[in-house]
């Protein structure tokens, strides 16, 4: 028997014996809400100063493009938090930017916050003692959304040895969500990691989150509260019984004893906005007034017996929102697989010669390329139904003058937005995929402001798009062009930049064993 066949085999018997791993079957998790004793905060003063008291229906906003200015507003909102902090996201990764949150909010429990954070369990491989040892401080508690039952080892391996469980485990708490003493949240699409922010290489992703205050808050923390106190949502303490208390907490000090407590940030963002620290700490963060409307999904969105394929609320949200458009569709997502509604949705904007525009990743950019192959199996469909596609090009980011992109590193979308008529803006996590649709658990906020939706029109039209090959049909002849310019000329591409015949034939054979709703 060949060492190949042996290994396969002693494979396959792992995955078995694995499939007897389980979750703990008796969780203690006491219910806990967001604190309403936050009056007296500082942070609520300033929120208090910023916004129009006037009018109670009306929230402030502010949107984050710049990814050290992202970063820098949550660590100086961990800094003046006196009362609470609850953190929810897909990710928080073992890197300098995950260390330095992580130590920031040890720091601030220290000073008696209260520390709530929730985390998906599947980019948390190896972080069993990084976040145990987090949770050992006194005033913090950390849950696993979602867990699967095998600890160790990568990503993969983790899934592919929990795939005896694969109905639950496919389905994952993607939301973003921060809030700091009931005054201040941060929502959008950035995780906690490197690439987020503008700080690493040889990627980072272009991404956006929004600033809030105001009654708009008191809706987010309900949100993170249904998460907090699911059944899904395990302490991490009954997960990483295999770590000692003592040695857990020894790592997490080890670790984060090293991350840096300076928070670089440049002085303007391409809005020409300040950071936010400095407005804090002056009593007055700039935001702009608008209706807003919380759309998230339940976190029961994530039983596993939950077989419905049909559209998630944040979803159905966002097509309504598109679906009430008179003149104009924006949209920016990394990763867009249209659903049946979807389609019927850009069909229906044809008909009502109502422009839309999309904005992707190329392959070149793309960091998910089976869900770009995906996408790609529709771009003859959107092209007939009159819809303008874009995909970001790879490079030319060394002209940024400000950090709302990477600099000398590849940029990918990673934003998830829709402009409707200039005057609505949807801003979260989910991207226009049957994952985020079907699978995956989802927040977004639909904001009513002329301001702040043509604001991010015009940094995706005159920043992005000039940036990203328009993708048309081919004059005078069947198939599909690439178009970008070069100064005054134009450049013409007849095959799919970056795509080898290898490199095509090998994701289209992946792509015909996995369903769209998985990409």
């Avoid at 085999?9 to 219910?31: D, H, I």
């Avoid at 954070?117 to 190896?126: E, I, M, N, R």
């Avoid at 503008?198 to 998460?227: H, K, Q, T, W």
């Amino acid at each position: 028997m060949s060492n190949r066949v042996v290994r396969i085999l002693l494979l396959l018997v792992f995955a078995v014996l694995a499939g007897c791993a389980s979750l703990p079957a008796t969780v203690e998790r006491p219910v806990s809400q967001a604190r309403t004793d936050v009056a007296d905060t500082r942070l609520a003063a300033v929120a208090a100063a910023s916004v129009d008291a006037q009018d109670t229906h009306l929230s402030g906003l502010r949107l984050l493009p710049a990814g050290d200015q992202a970063f820098e507003a949550r660590i100086a909102l961990v800094r003046t938090a006196e009362k609470s902090v609850d953190a929810q996201y897909y990710q928080i990764a073992d890197d300098a930017s995950g260390r330095q949150f992580l130590r920031e909010l040890s720091n601030a429990a220290d000073r008696g916050v209260r520390v709530r954070v929730l985390v998906d369990d599947l980019h948390a491989a190896g972080q069993d003692a990084l976040l145990a040892g987090f949770a050992s401080h006194p005033g913090i508690e950390v849950r696993m959304f979602n867990p699967l039952a095998v600890r160790d080892g990568s990503v993969g391996r983790r899934v592919f040895f929990s795939m005896n469980e694969f109905s639950r485990i496919n389905r994952r708490m993607h939301n973003k969500l921060f809030v700091a003493d009931g005054a201040f949240a941060i929502s959008g699409g950035r995780n906690i990691a490197d690439e987020y922010f503008g700080r690493s290489e040889p990627a980072n992703f272009i991404d956006m989150d929004v600033l809030s205050a105001g009654p708009v808050v008191a809706e987010m923390a309900s949100v993170f509260d249904a998460y907090w106190n699911s059944p899904h949502a395990y302490p991490i303490e009954q997960l990483a019984t295999h770590i000692g208390t003592e040695a857990a907490r020894w790592h997490f000090d080890k670790v984060t004893a090293a991350a840096v407590s300076e928070v670089a940030v440049t002085t303007l963002d391409s809005l020409g906005q300040p950071a936010i620290g400095p407005q804090i700490a002056a009593g007055r963060v700039q935001l702009r007034m608008a209706a807003v409307r919380v759309v998230a999904d339940s976190p029961r969105k994530a039983d596993a017996d939950n077989e419905s394929l049909a559209d998630g609320v944040v979803m159905n949200g966002n097509l309504d929102l598109m679906q009430s458009a008179q003149s104009e569709v924006l949209i920016a997502s990394p990763y867009f697989v249209p659903g049946r509604r979807t389609m019927d949705v850009l069909q229906q904007a044809a008909e009502d010669k109502v422009h839309v525009s999309i904005m992707t990743n190329s392959l070149a950019t793309t960091d998910e390329p089976l869900a770009h192959f995906g996408y790609a199996r529709y771009r003859q469909a959107l092209l007939e139904r009159r819809v303008a596609l874009y995909e970001l090009m790879p490079g030319d980011d060394e002209r940024e003058a400000h950090a709302d992109g990477p600099h000398g590193s590849l940029g990918r979308l990673h934003a998830k937005l829709a402009v409707v008529d200039r005057r609505w803006l949807s801003i979260g996590s989910m991207n226009m995929d049957r994952r985020s649709a079907h699978s995956n658990t989802e927040m977004s906020l639909i904001v009513d402001s002329p301001m702040l939706a043509t604001q991010v029109a015009g940094l995706l039209y005159n920043d992005r798009l000039p940036r990203s090959y328009q993708v048309r049909t081919t004059p005078g002849r069947q198939g599909i062009e690439w178009v970008s310019q070069r100064g005054t000329e134009e450049v013409v591409l007849r095959s799919e930049p970056n795509a080898t015949t290898a490199r095509k034939l090998r994701l289209q054979m992946l792509a015909a064993m996995v369903d769209e709703d998985l990409l």
